[in-house]
């Protein structure tokens, strides 16, 4: 451990605000990205579950 | 015999789909694994920098984000060039899944180089050679994204961007040689195959980690948006339907 508070990691020797930045953009590409991912395949297979079930009820007529 | 083989499973969108379940599951895994050990390791662990102190700090980011933005649109050139030749459609397929990820990787690498080029070089943009061609390879992303959605006919959609990411993988080396033959203020690379990092282990180790996860997420992320777009292409297929065929006791 390179810090010896938590005060003192959350200030990275001045240089917080551009640090931050940094990670926080990281992190909120990967969470929004796998969000967008997950969001479009629910989509389509929603899609697609719709369709089966459209499918199987014309058959049963 | 076994290449020729593996090449033509690679034109069913039904082998692809079967096959790619395991990867995705493996490489997601592996991201989430390295991703977050290199984020504690470069955050808290890894020595601060003598001249920089923390900001450098920014390095596990930003290097990582440039080094996989740049091998993502590698591979979109290669799916472009299977395209062009052989016209795979699971290469169209690729195509489509590295473009999004290629232009917020870029977009991450450009923002957090400006945040790290702030506190050091105190400024945060400059026009210099690596900025510069990075710049353009978000362009050049955000061209064939736009092109794709300008045109309506599959087939010219797929090689008209085929054909734009084929031409960009030229600014590839560019960026790459750009730091040696414009020195200006952005350092050179930081990692070779030839030679020793000009840093210490504390600091390269954290950084090899963290590439390692990006990579392992962006194959994550291009594989699992291609299986959810081989779906939607193959909706009307008999493969397809059967996927979902258990669903009919929903009515």
Known sequence: MQFDSWNDFLAMGGHAQYVWVAYGSLAAFLLAYVGMLVRRRRAVIGELKWRAAADAHEEAK | ?251
């Open chain 2, 1 to 251: 015999m076994a290449l020729k083989t593996f090449w033509h499973k690679l034109g069913s969108p039904r082998w692809f789909y079967d096959i790619s379940r395991g990867w995705i599951i493996a490489f997601g895994l592996l991201a989430l694994l390295l991703l977050s050990l290199g984020v504690i390791w470069g955050l808290a662990f890894a020595p601060p920098d003598y001249q920089q102190g923390n900001s450098y700090r920014i390095m596990f980011v930003h290097v990582p984000a440039a080094m996989v933005a740049q091998s993502v649109y590698l591979g979109m050139g290669v799916a472009g060039f299977v395209l062009f030749v052989w016209r795979m459609k699971i290469a169209d397929v690729a195509i489509s899944a590295c473009l999004p990820l290629g232009i917020y990787l870029t977009a991450l690498a450009l923002l957090t180089g400006s945040v790290w080029g702030r506190p050091t070089w105190g400024t945060w943009w400059d026009w210099d050679g690596r900025t510069v061609s990075t710049l353009v390879l978000l362009f050049l992303y955000i061209g064939i994204f736009a092109l794709r959605g300008a045109i309506a006919d599959a087939e010219l959609r797929g090689r008209a961007s085929a054909l734009v990411a084929m031409v960009g993988t030229i600014n590839i080396p560019i960026i790459k040689y750009s730091v040696d033959w414009w020195q200006t203020l952005h350092q050179t690379s930081s990692f070779t195959l030839t030679e020793k990092p000009s840093m210490p282990a504390e600091m390269w180790l954290p950084l090899l980690v963290m590439v390692l996860g990006l990579y392992f997420f962006a194959a994550f992320s291009v594989l699992y948006r291609m299986r959810t777009e081989v779906l939607f292409r193959e909706r009307n297929t008999q493969w397809v339907a059967q996927l979902f065929a258990g669903e009919r006791r929903a009515v």
